[in-house]
């Protein structure tokens, strides 16, 4: 198994692991909740030990309270290594690289999708917000909805949480259906067009510590950089584009080891 | 000069995430689900 898959599940596991939820529902509230994630990995999963980092932005904005935490982890983590850690750490997107591995037709997402995720970032996860006080982007967001929604939901014994599912909880399963479908036939299509974290760690891949170079002497654009990478960034061109998650499988595959990971 | 630039980034970003601390985020983030739970999981 290659180190990167390694890294996905260990990462998983160690934000998805408060087993006492199992055997005697609920959720985990304890002090490490004060800690979020670097990554998409909802609050309200009955197993999570740490915070969405997405969410509590939210909740900052939406309380008008500038979020100095989360912007200071953001920036630290996407300074040192960009976008990293959407390619190691991520459940969603280790999900997602799952079901791309399904034998099914595969389709190419045209690029202007790629910027999808800031309209999402700006104008759902902050805007919005910002305006009426509530955290929209959590309402729409599909991997609440599979680690927390359908959890709970499923687990309920009382029976006082499922007298609640309105519209918002099936327009909520309609967008995760949507993009397990789609993720299906398209690499990593959520992290792709509508991760806000993605969106924000994008814009650090070009100052990072780490950095992804290409040596134009040894590379004979064969593009098997392309074919390998999970978000199909044409690496040979592009080196530190906005979707480059670092996951390292282009340096790997490249036939004349043009590509390298160095720090800056 | 650029390794600088970068460390001095790192620096602000690390001190943001203490000041934040120091003005009770850690605290404010452990409350988040109370507020937005149902949010995640799509019920009002």
């Known amino acids: 198994m290659k180190l990167k898959r390694i890294v996905q ?72 290594v960009g976008r990293m850690a959407c390619g190691w750490l991520c459940p969603f997107g280790f999900l997602q690289d799952m079901l791309y591995k399904v034998r099914s037709v ?43 929604g359908l959890p709970l939901i499923l687990t309920d014994k009382s029976g006082d949480l499922r007298a609640l599912i309105g519209w918002h909880y099936y327009m909520k399963m309609a967008i995760l ?6 993720s299906i036939p398209i690499k990593r299509f959520f992290c792709r067009t509508f991760c806000p974290i993605g969106a924000i760690y994008s814009i650090f891949n070009r100052f990072s510590f780490l950095r992804i170079k290409v040596d134009k002497d040894k590379c004979i654009e064969c593009e098997s950089c392309q074919m390998v990478c999970p978000m199909h960034v044409p690496i040979y061109r592009s080196p530190n584009h906005i979707d480059c998650i670092r996951c390292l499988d282009c340096v790997k595959v490249c036939p004349t080891k043009a590509i390298k990971h160095e720090p800056r | 000069m650029k390794r600088l630039i970068f460390i001095i980034f790192v620096v602000i970003f690390i001190a ?9 985020d850690f605290e404010e983030t452990e409350t988040v689900g109370s507020v937005m739970c149902l949010s995640c999981m799509g019920i009002e």
Do not use: D
């Open chain 1, 9 to 80: 599940i260990i990462a998983t596991i160690a934000q998805n692991s408060y087993l006492p939820a199992i055997f005697s529902g609920g959720l985990y509230q304890g002090v490490l909740k004060r800690a979020c994630t670097p990554i998409l990995n909802c609050w309200g999963c009955p197993l999570a030990w740490y915070s969405c980092p997405m969410g509590a932005l939210q909740h900052f904005i939406g309380l008008r309270l500038f979020p100095y935490y989360i912007i200071g982890l953001f920036g630290a983590v996407g300074m040192i």
């Open chain 1, 106 to 148: 595969k389709l190419r997402l045209p690029e202007w999708c790629s910027y999808l995720k800031y309209v999402m970032l700006v104008g759902v996860a902050i805007i919005v917000p910002y305006l009426v006080g509530e955290p929209w982007f959590c309402k729409l967001c599909p991997n609440g909805n599979l680690i927390a």
């Open chain 2, 16 to 24: 943001s995430i203490i000041y934040g601390g120091k003005l009770g």
């Open chain 1, 177 to 182: 259906i949507f993009i397990v479908f789609l």
